[in-house]
């Protein structure tokens, strides 16, 4: 039995730089604030929980001063900022550079926007990186997941769409063009496709890693919306393939007379979890 671990999972760049940015101050103070989950995978913020790293909600960070937090990368809105600016708190930015930059395409094609006009964006609505990205133009976007919340939307005057950068690309591109159909002239639509790029060239590649296995095994969080999108497309390829969170999980799946086993994972999915599942494989088979 051969166990491959896909070479191109693991974590993005954005993730990559906001745990090691929480790493460097515990490292040097033991201790450290996050401002919600630094990632979406349980395991992670487990292992970072260990080393000295409290995860606080948005109504805790609101009543702290004189301390340092940090920001993971998903984005904050600006209330966070003016907020910790008035009470002393120390910020280490973790926002991933990719969303910093949507946060500001956001802001100003609102600000460019015509009164009457309407702002979408394709997310979740309570999803981190959908409320920072809100917060940016005082929480007036319009946040659809499907066709059906596109039904309130005036097609007559103009319109911007965004989305979030782990949603779907391919529901992204159906939902433009529900509304390419429905805005009463082209002129009045402008539309960005904002998913990022790690996510977007992660799923054709992993289509065909888990075309070439017996069983694919994936590894993410289950809050983890790029777990999902991904997931999706490994299912859509490999019908034999499972999602789980923890190498534990490897005990419910039969391999046996299976001779190819792959495992990969999300952005949000550290590597060395992947080695951990590869290796309780191992152990199985020759157990």
Same mark, same amino acid.
């Given at each position: 039995m051969e166990v491959i671990i896909d070479p191109k999972s693991g974590f993005c760049f954005g993730v990559n730089k906001a745990i090691g940015l929480a790493e460097e101050e515990l490292s040097r103070k033991g201790s450290l604030f996050c401002l919600g989950d630094i990632v979406h995978n349980e395991q992670e913020v487990e292992r970072l929980a260990n080393l000295g790293l409290k995860v606080i909600s948005r109504d805790d960070f609101f009543t702290l001063q004189n301390c340092t937090v +940090? +920001?993971? &990368?998903?984005?904050?809105?600006?209330?966070?900022?003016?907020? &910790?600016?008035?009470?002393?708190?120390?910020?280490?930015d973790g926002t991933c550079p990719v969303v910093t930059k949507l946060q500001q395409k956001v802001k100003l094609s609102h600000d460019l926007l015509p009164k009457e006009g309407t702002l979408v964006i394709f997310g979740k609505p309570n999803h981190p990186e959908v409320v920072g990205l809100n917060g940016q133009i005082d929480y007036k976007a319009h946040v659809v997941q499907n066709k059906e919340d596109l039904l309130s939307i005036d097609y007559s005057k103009p319109l911007v769409l965004y989305s979030q950068t782990t949603m779907s690309r391919e529901k992204y591109w159906e939902l433009k063009m529900e509304i390419e159909e429905r805005i009463h002239s082209p002129e009045l639509l402008d539309a960005y496709d904002t998913i990022c790029g790690q996510v977007a060239n992660r799923a054709p590649w992993l289509k065909k890693f888990s075309k070439g296995v017996d069983i694919l095994v994936f590894v993410g969080g289950r809050k983890s919306s790029n777990s999902q999108v991904l997931f999706a497309h490994c299912k859509a390829a490999n019908a034999n393939s499972f999602f789980i969170t923890n190498p534990d999980e490897t005990e419910k799946i039969s391999f046996e007379n299976i001779n190819r086993i792959g495992v990969c994972g999300a952005t949000s999915t550290p590597r060395w979890l992947l080695e951990q599942v590869a290796n309780a494989i191992k152990n199985r088979a020759n157990g």
């Open positions: +940090l +920001l993971r &990368a998903h984005g904050e809105p600006p209330e966070v900022f003016k907020y &910790a600016q008035k009470n002393k708190i120390n910020l280490i």
